[in-house]
């Protein structure tokens, strides 16, 4: 059976705030028009808060994963705390959410295919997760991180592992 591979897919963050702003929810949209831009230029396909629209994200991403075979996953914020459940699958997470599961029954080659970066908003995931996990980047003057910040890094990991 011959199963159509995109190497490199991207999840981006979906919307899940509750009692926002028309503001909060502009700066959102505009913020993941220039994220797909930047994650186009990488890799060969993008999810989007569109693509996850009222669908579990959790089904979803396992779906798309499961359909596609991809070398590489990249998520970004709620989607990266999705993928860090992900075994025998190469990824990167982006200020993902760690808890103390996360870090239990961690197989070696989970630890080695698994690249994450936090920025200062995210620095007790940051110490949670280097517990464990040693392909780590932390961003202690970043409150936020963007693909556009990442992408050299992204790159070299993903030109260096395949």
């Known amino acids: 059976m011959d199963h159509k591979t995109n190497s490199i897919i991207f999840f981006l963050p979906y919307w899940d705030a509750k009692n926002t702003t028309l503001e909060d929810q502009t700066g959102f949209i505009i913020s993941e028009m220039f994220e797909e831009d930047e994650c186009l230029k990488i890799g060969d396909k993008v999810y989007s808060s569109n693509d996850l629209h009222k669908k579990d ?3 979803f991403i396992r779906e798309v994963i499961r359909k596609e075979h991809p070398e ?3 998520g970004i914020g709620n989607t990266a705390t999705i993928l ?13 959410t760690v808890t103390l599961d996360d870090l239990n029954w961690v ?6 295919d698994t690249y994450a970066f936090f920025s200062a908003n995210h620095e007790k995931d940051y110490e949670m997760y280097s517990r464990v996990y040693r ?16 992408s050299s890094a992204i790159q070299g990991i993903i030109n260096e592992v395949r």
């Open 57 to 59: 994200p959790k089904e």
């Open 72 to 74: 590489w996953v990249i």
């Open 84 to 96: 860090m459940a992900y075994k025998r699958q190469k990824k990167i997470v982006i200020n993902p």
């Open 107 to 112: 197989t070696p080659e989970t630890i080695r």
């Open 135 to 150: 392909n780590v980047g932390f961003f202690p003057a970043q409150k936020s991180l963007f693909i556009g910040d990442l």
